[in-house]
């Protein structure tokens, strides 16, 4: 059974939240440039990891939590990324999010976690 797809015509902003050693995905800018970015709890950093993986995906900088080492015990931070204005789109058109993560979660109490929040809206609220 195909489903039906329905055109998105509103702002999407992504919000990551996240309890990780470090979680990467490619950023379009120069270091220490958080181009309309911003951070809760001050843990997320914007450069090259020297732990972890050691590198980004592709070219350019990466956003983690602490790039050069673990992240603080008990910690809730997140990484929100300014809105995104999506084009209209018809016929068998998509819009995809995509993004690269790597993660490496304490194990003590299993409470570490991480989170990717869409949230759509008109702009009238």
Known sequence: MKKKRTALKRSVGIIWFYF??????????YADEWDGWTVS???????VPTAGPGA???????AGTVLDGNYPLQDDSRLISPVFELPAISGDEQIE?????????D?????????????VWDGSA
């Open 97 to 105: 999010l995509r993004f690269w993560q790597w993660f490496n979660y």
């Open 20 to 29: 990780l050693l470090i979680c990467l995905f490619a950023f379009n800018t």
């Open 56 to 62: 980004c995906h592709g070219d350019g900088d990466c």
């Open 41 to 47: 709890n001050g843990v997320w950093e914007i450069g």
């Open 107 to 119: 194990g003590g109490d299993g409470n570490d976690k991480g989170y990717v929040q869409v949230s």
